[in-house]
């Protein structure tokens, strides 16, 4: 029996399919003749819907028994569903691979890069407006006002973040396609701190943990003879410093003001969802523990008293949310569509990063160590003979000894 994809399903013709029929189970005679009678080949199998399989009995008269109907509907729907599976992971493993995923990943790098720093100083503007502990107490909060304060949860949770980073970073080392799952982390981490930018800006919350250390001097240009251009320097100096410590507390770093909403659990939150939708359903376990740490790791942020319980909620909510959005829209073409002119317009970055790429889910496939020693050497070795062809143009001694194909010949 032929079924190794779809259009050669799509090529059988009526003794092909009353043969499949025949392996598939044991069918009666009437089923079988009527298949070659009504001429359906496997075009037409493909296409076959239960009601038509039913009209076989109830309009056009064939003594075959419900049970016997049945059973053949389902081994058509079986069928059906695998080459349309088939065929869309063939889509995905072709377009995955087009030469422009690396001007992508490159502009979605680009993207996330610029927003970090936009993060680090806005973070150092929210910091100079920070309430005054004194006249503006923390607000009322069911977690926190019934959850004592634990001075170590928030370096904790911390650590787990950066657990959470370096499975993912294994991930994206050995998945096949990292180029794809690079880009959209990298778009999706822009994204939702870009909006954690405007939020933060907005409104400035009051502190809420007497614990912290909190005062618009700390980071405020208080000499009246610094000017615009200097007062821009020091600023941005500030910004640098959260930047290169990438704003955790164990790097040295400590601001104010930025609690609607909660950066920390932006990241695990987008570090847990990204692994369990970029490995196995089969690998339930690592599954359950980064949902585990993702879970525990916000509950330490409030135990920790640095941000308030809506702050967590809100991250926790839009960081899924926009995740599973554009997952759903990615993995069902929605740039292919009826709608992909109203993809360009509201959705430009996702509809640049996803038009004429990955059409469906990005399968489950990994390199092996050995297999990615062996392309980046046979890559290295590209790059090295291309360097030598074109000074070679420009030198008057031959150079192709340095080639690798001329040693490997």
Not at 32 to 53: F, H, K
Request: net charge neutral.
């Amino acid at each position: 029996m032929r079924s190794s994809s779809s259009s050669q399903v799509a090529q059988w013709n009526v003794e092909e399919v009353t043969s499949w029929a025949n392996q598939s189970d044991h069918y009666s005679k009437i089923l079988l003749d009527c298949l070659r009678q009504e001429a359906i080949d496997g075009e037409v199998l493909l296409t076959l819907t239960e009601s038509d399989v039913q009209d076989l009995r109830h309009r056009l008269g064939y003594n075959v028994t419900f049970g016997e109907l049945k059973k053949f509907w389902l081994a058509v729907l079986r069928l059906q569903l695998l080459m349309k599976d088939s065929q869309t992971e063939s889509v995905t493993r072709v377009s995955c691979l087009t030469p422009d995923e690396y001007v992508k990943t490159a502009i979605s790098l680009m993207y996330s890069f610029l927003v970090s720093w936009i993060t680090s100083f806005v973070m150092v503007i929210v910091h100079e407006r920070v309430p005054d502990m004194q006249r503006y107490p923390p607000l009322p909060d069911i977690f926190l006002d019934n959850v004592p304060h634990i001075p170590w949860a928030f370096s904790m949770s911390e650590i787990i973040g950066s657990l959470l980073f370096t499975m993912w970073l294994i991930v994206l080392i050995f998945h096949k396609y990292r180029l794809v799952l690079l880009r959209r982390f990298s778009a999706l981490a822009g994204t939702v701190f870009l909006l954690r930018c405007i939020t933060t800006l907005i409104t400035s919350l009051s502190v809420p943990g007497t614990h912290l250390q909190c005062n618009q001097s700390d980071f405020g240009i208080n000499d009246p003879n610094v000017d615009l251009v200097g007062a821009m320097v020091i600023r941005l100096n500030r910004a640098y410093r959260i930047w290169r410590g990438l704003g955790l507390s164990i790097q040295g770093v400590s601001t104010c003001g930025d609690y609607m909403f909660s950066g920390h659990t932006v990241a695990l939150t987008l570090l847990n969802f990204s692994i369990t939708e970029y490995t196995p359903r089969s690998m339930y376990v690592l599954h359950a523990f980064t949902w585990m740490l993702n879970l525990f790791g916000i509950f330490l942020i409030l135990a920790a008293h640095e941000h308030y319980s809506i702050d967590v909620f809100v991250a926790f909510y839009i960081t899924s949310r926009l995740f599973c959005c554009y997952h759903s829209l990615a993995n069902n073409g929605a740039c292919q569509g009826s709608d992909s002119k109203r993809m360009h317009t509201w959705f430009p970055l996702f509809s640049y990063l996803e038009s004429g790429s990955a059409n469906g889910m990005v399968p489950h496939d990994f390199d092996t160590p050995g297999s990615l020693v062996s392309a980046f050497t046979s890559r290295f070795c590209q790059a090295k003979d291309q360097v030598v062809m074109t000074l070679s143009n420009f030198s008057l001694f031959p150079l192709s000894f340095l080639q690798c194909s001329s040693k490997s010949a």
